[in-house]
């Protein structure tokens, strides 16, 4: 097995905290990926897969166990399902943006708004990764992955993986175990050819963040550039010289809560419906109709409220930080919190702590986080 010298994960992920883990294996090939986790699995050790570590807060104690980190790569190209589509086999350890940055070179459509996230393919479906309206399930076809069950590789389709909002069953949530233990080796997107053309926007929310009128025409090079710039301004796209993208992006999720407790937030708090908002409707046979109309049944609706907005609301700016403490809410944009320069994970979880308390204090509801925590607690 290709093992490694571990390294402390603190120079793996993109918060840059976390001890050294017991054993490193860096996978390069697809075997190699595969037998890796067989042994690991056989051993029955803990272990998890990395990516990029762009979504991983890692605790300051030592991992006792193995971290597999997928450095897998290539794209191949099939044909679509239909005339003016085709189909990319991505290698899971692919970084993200480089394959965004191909399939634009190539007049591929259906994930340039997702420039810039940072991270691996294989990552990607796990949270359903998304930006600007554009989200990985609106063109994943099928991942090829290995599940710790059987060990077996198998193909499953996008619709068995549920993808919701940040979220699959393959999600390590805050709190809960993964509905199913299995990591993805490769990702099949399928993708409009549309070449170099110009063409209007669909995505009202895309549309409005780049400031575009409806209609008008841009290509896929001018949709990632803008993007580009657009996120690098929220500090959302990493660069090695400024601390306010030493993240995890969002540290937390906007919450999801019932259409109720969302009207006891101020009117100004935005907010999205997550179910459309229709009343629902009876119908009652003439025959059977004795003049008295039933109570209309009660639907619970969901709500997303923006985690942003709770948090400024609650008093905390962007750029805040305990005196002495080496972690703070990034400078542009109070979702981030990041690491101002050697923070440990004990000082990022003492801010992000402080942050869900001030929000439950003031709102009555506690920020998840969007990461995935490792040996660290909030
Ligand atoms: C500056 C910045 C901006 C960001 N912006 C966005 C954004 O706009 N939208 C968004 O959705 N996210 C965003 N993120 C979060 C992050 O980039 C994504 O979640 C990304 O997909 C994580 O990829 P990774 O390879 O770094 O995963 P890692 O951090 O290495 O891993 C994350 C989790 O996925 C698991 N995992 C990794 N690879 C696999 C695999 N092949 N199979 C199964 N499980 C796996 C890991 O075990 C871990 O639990 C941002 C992060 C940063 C730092």
């Not at 063409?199 to 409806?214: F, K, V, Y």
């Not at 025409?217 to 580009?228: F, N, P, Q, Y």
């Amino acid at each position: 097995m290709p093992e490694v010298a571990p390294v402390p994960l603190s120079q793996l992920t993109t918060l840059r905290t976390g001890g050294e883990p017991a054993r490193l294996i860096d996978a390069s090939t697809l075997d190699e990926a595969v037998a890796a986790l067989r042994g690991v699995w056989a051993e029955g050790e803990p272990w998890f897969v990395l990516g990029g570590g762009s979504n991983l807060f890692v605790g300051d104690e030592p991992f006792e166990g193995t971290v597999v980190r997928l450095r897998t790569s290539g794209i191949e190209e099939l044909p679509g399902s239909r005339e003016g589509t085709v189909r990319l086999r991505v290698q899971a350890g692919h970084d993200w943006d480089a394959l965004v940055a191909e399939t634009v070179a190539r007049g591929f459509a259906g994930i340039e708004a997702m420039s810039g996230i940072p991270g691996t393919v294989g990552a990607a479906p796990v949270q359903n990764v998304g930006a600007y309206g554009q989200e990985i399930v609106q063109t994943l076809v099928e991942v090829e992955l290995i599940d710790e069950s059987t060990g077996d590789v198998e193909t499953v389709s996008a619709e068995e993986l549920g993808l919701g909002f940040r979220t699959s069953v393959l999600k390590r949530h805050y709190g809960s175990v993964p509905e199913r233990s299995a990591v993805i080796l490769s990702v099949t997107l399928e993708l409009e050819r549309v070449g170099a053309e110009e063409r209007p926007i669909a995505s009202e929310q895309l549309r409005g963040a780049l400031g575009l009128e409806p209609g008008h025409a841009v290509s896929l090079r001018w949709i990632r550039d803008h993007v580009l710039t657009t996120r690098a301004r929220k500090g959302m796209v990493l660069d090695a010289e400024d601390p306010d993208t030493w993240s995890a992006g969002s540290f937390f999720q906007n919450a999801i809560v019932s259409e109720a407790f969302a009207r006891t937030l101020p009117a100004e708090c935005p907010r999205w419906p997550l179910t459309p908002i229709l009343d629902p409707v009876t119908v009652i046979p003439l025959a059977a109709f004795d003049g008295i109309l039933p109570p209309p049944p009660v639907v619970s609706r969901q709500v997303k409220v923006s985690a942003a907005w709770l948090i400024e609301n609650a008093g905390l700016s962007r750029g805040f930080r305990f005196p002495r403490s080496r972690a703070g809410l990034s400078t542009k944009h109070t979702l981030a919190l990041t690491n101002r320069g050697e923070a440990t994970a004990a000082e990022i979880a003492e801010l992000a702590r402080f942050v869900q308390n001030r929000v439950a204090s003031e709102f009555g509801l506690v920020l998840q986080p969007e990461p995935v925590l490792v040996n660290v607690e909030l």
